[in-house]
């Protein structure tokens, strides 16, 4: 999608399940910046929970594209206010008066993106529930706009960011990441093997996999000793976006016997369904959404999973069966051997973070917001 002001459409549930927040007035949902292609997590995350929206509510979806990475921050800035005014100016939402408005924001609580939830508000005319799903933190003056204009209800990504903002007198909830359960399923009686000759991968191996970005902070080399154990094939599945030390990170990866798999994956399925046990290594939030969408992925493909204790997997994932955390890099290793010996099923899992789940979450904490009764600001 080219740069610009965004896109809207009108879609709306079956007459049978059409309930809005109120009854006749739709949910407005606005995400920033959002990839035609998406594989980072903010994209596919605000794709898939406005689809699994649609599929409950009537529902206005703008999302806005990319901005250039030429244009200064102060023009970013500038730029992404006029987009939430547009936003809240389209002929449909005005003709149609939305309830509440979604707001998915790309960034933390900073200043710039409160300011917008408040234009929104106003705008609109309809109380914003804002989501963060980056890790999140208040500068002082962020706090300070939180108590002037705050949200009506701010969503983030586990429960010590919910507990500060209610600290900050403001109302909050957690939101996490969700799986499409008939898209990421276990694989078919000899669909693992037919899935490894078809992307080159060795059949009698077992696969150990990672999704997500070749970057240092994703401390990928904790997976080197696995790819080093006889039998075992390490796969990364990385994605199109580059960063100065990438290529260096390919490399010494690939050097060390790690197979990288690079560029945008349209049946990313599919290299879960190949796998034997899905690792998340990173320790670092860097950008990361709380609950990664690749573990829970892993989860709906019934794979076994072993990861750091990162944001919210321990939160929502430490008690669940087939779900491994450990506190060290240097338990990695030897916790995946031991799951390949004898690994869990996790798909039972699956149907409590499926899409639908958390929309229907996020559909009653919408409810729970009152419409305020001005009008939508005019322009005449």
Same mark, same amino acid.
């Given at each position: 999608?080219?740069?610009?002001?965004?896109?809207?459409?009108?879609?709306?549930?079956?007459?049978?399940?059409?309930?809005?927040?109120?009854?006749?007035?739709?949910?407005?949902?606005?995400?920033?910046?959002?990839?035609?292609?998406?594989?980072?997590?903010?994209?596919?995350?605000?794709?898939?929970?406005?689809?699994?929206?649609?599929?409950?509510?009537?529902?206005?979806?703008?999302?806005?594209?990319?901005?250039?990475?030429?244009?200064?921050?102060?023009?970013?800035?500038?730029?992404?206010?006029?987009?939430?005014?547009?936003?809240?100016?389209?002929?449909?939402?005005?003709?149609?008066?939305?309830?509440?408005?979604?707001?998915?924001?790309?960034?933390?609580?900073?200043?710039?993106?409160?300011?917008?939830?408040?234009?929104?508000?106003?705008?609109?005319?309809?109380?914003?529930?804002?989501?963060?799903?980056?890790?999140?933190?208040?500068?002082?003056?962020?706090?300070?706009?939180?108590?002037?204009?705050?949200?009506?209800?701010?969503?983030?990504?586990?429960?010590?960011?919910?507990?500060?903002?209610?600290?900050?007198?403001?109302?909050?909830?957690?939101?996490?990441?969700?799986?499409?359960?008939?898209?990421?399923?276990?694989?078919?009686?000899?669909?693992?093997?037919?899935?490894?000759?078809?992307?080159?991968?060795?059949?009698?191996?077992?696969?150990?996999?990672?999704?997500?970005? =070749?970057?240092?902070? #994703?401390?990928?080399?904790?997976?080197? $000793? %696995? !790819? @080093?154990?006889?039998?075992?094939?390490? *796969?990364?599945?990385?994605?199109?976006?580059?960063?100065?030390?990438?290529?260096?990170?390919?490399?010494?990866?690939?050097?060390?016997?790690?197979?990288?798999?690079?560029?945008?994956?349209?049946?990313?399925?599919?290299?879960?369904?190949?796998?034997?046990?899905?690792?998340?290594?990173?320790?670092?939030?860097?950008?990361?959404?709380?609950?990664?969408?690749?573990?829970?992925?892993?989860?709906?493909?019934?794979?076994?999973?072993?990861?750091?204790?990162?944001?919210?997997?321990?939160?929502?994932?430490?008690?669940?069966?087939?779900?491994?955390?450990?506190?060290?890099?240097?338990?990695?290793?030897?916790?995946? =051997?031991?799951?390949? #010996?004898?690994?869990?099923?996790?798909? $039972? %899992? !699956? @149907?409590?973070?499926?899409?639908?789940? *958390?929309?229907?979450?996020?559909?009653?904490?919408?409810?729970?917001?009152?419409?305020?009764?001005?009008?939508?600001?005019?322009?005449?």
């Amino acid at each position: 999608m080219k740069e610009g002001s965004g896109r809207v459409s009108l879609t709306a549930a079956p007459t049978s399940r059409q309930r809005g927040v109120e009854e006749g007035r739709p949910i407005l949902v606005v995400a920033e910046e959002v990839d035609d292609l998406p594989d980072e997590g903010y994209d596919r995350f605000s794709t898939e929970l406005a689809a699994a929206l649609v599929r409950r509510r009537q529902v206005l979806v703008h999302f806005t594209p990319q901005i250039g990475s030429h244009r200064s921050l102060v023009a970013k800035v500038v730029a992404r206010l006029g987009r939430a005014w547009r936003a809240a100016r389209q002929p449909d939402v005005r003709r149609l008066r939305p309830a509440v408005v979604l707001y998915m924001s790309v960034h933390p609580a900073t200043v710039p993106a409160l300011l917008r939830a408040a234009l929104l508000r106003r705008v609109a005319g309809a109380p914003v529930a804002m989501m963060i799903i980056q890790p999140n933190s208040f500068s002082a003056l962020g706090r300070w706009l939180l108590k002037v204009v705050p949200p009506d209800l701010l969503l983030v990504g586990t429960d010590p960011e919910c507990q500060e903002a209610r600290r900050l007198g403001v109302n909050s909830g957690v939101i996490w990441s969700g799986v499409d359960t008939e898209r990421f399923r276990p694989p078919e009686a000899g669909e693992k093997e037919e899935l490894r000759r078809q992307y080159g991968l060795p059949v009698g191996d077992q696969i150990v996999m990672h999704v997500g970005h =070749l970057r240092e902070s #994703r401390n990928l080399r904790a997976l080197v $000793p %696995l !790819a @080093a154990t006889p039998g075992v094939t390490v *796969v990364v599945v990385a994605s199109r976006r580059t960063w100065p030390e990438t290529e260096d990170l390919r490399r010494e990866l690939e050097a060390k016997g790690v197979r990288v798999l690079d560029g945008y994956q349209p049946r990313i399925e599919e290299l879960y369904r190949l796998a034997d046990c899905y690792v998340f290594p990173c320790t670092e939030a860097d950008h990361a959404i709380a609950l990664p969408l690749s573990v829970v992925e892993a989860i709906g493909s019934g794979l076994p999973v072993v990861a750091m204790r990162f944001r919210a997997l321990p939160e929502r994932l430490s008690a669940m069966p087939g779900v491994e955390l450990v506190d060290t890099p240097d338990e990695l290793p030897g916790r995946v =051997l031991a799951v390949l #010996r004898s690994p869990g099923d996790t798909r $039972p %899992l !699956a @149907a409590a973070l499926s899409w639908d789940s *958390v929309a229907e979450l996020v559909c009653e904490m919408l409810e729970g917001l009152e419409t305020p009764r001005r009008p939508a600001v005019s322009t005449g």
